[in-house]
């Protein structure tokens, strides 16, 4: 099993950047998919972002353009850089381990939060 330890979250003003780091420890990282999902008190899960072990990428509608999701396998990190970001995005980010691509979770970290103020 992949352990998960997510980083990078804070608060920032509407149109700024943060980008977000997911330390995974576990031999299978290289081949796992991994996925990035966020959510805001009294709401719903909302999938953001994934990608798999060849670089293949997907995106919520309400992120694409904005957010990019990356990894390093060299490194047991998966990145999600997230630029223009606007008051709807606070929520609290996790990182997570697909079970079925693109946007269903076997298991996530703590999470990190992100608060954009207008």
């Known amino acids: 099993q992949v352990q998960l330890v997510e980083s990078g979250g804070g608060l920032v003003q509407a149109g700024a950047s943060l980008r977000l780091s997911c330390a995974a420890s576990?031999?299978?990282?290289?081949?796992?998919?991994m996925g990035w999902f966020r959510q805001a008190p009294g709401k719903e899960r909302d999938s953001v972002a994934a990608?798999?072990?060849?670089?293949?990428?997907y995106y919520a509608d309400s992120v694409k353009g904005r957010f990019t999701i990356s990894r390093d396998n060299a490194k047991n990190t998966v990145y999600l850089q997230m630029d223009s970001l606007k008051p709807e995005d606070t929520a609290i980010y996790y990182c997570?381990?697909?079970?079925?691509?693109?946007?269903?979770?076997?298991?996530w970290g703590q999470g990190t939060q992100v608060t954009v103020s207008s």
């Open positions: 576990g031999r299978t990282f290289s081949s796992t998919a």
């Open positions: 997570a381990v697909l079970r079925v691509w693109p946007t269903e979770y076997d298991y």
């Open positions: 990608i798999n072990w060849l670089h293949v990428t």
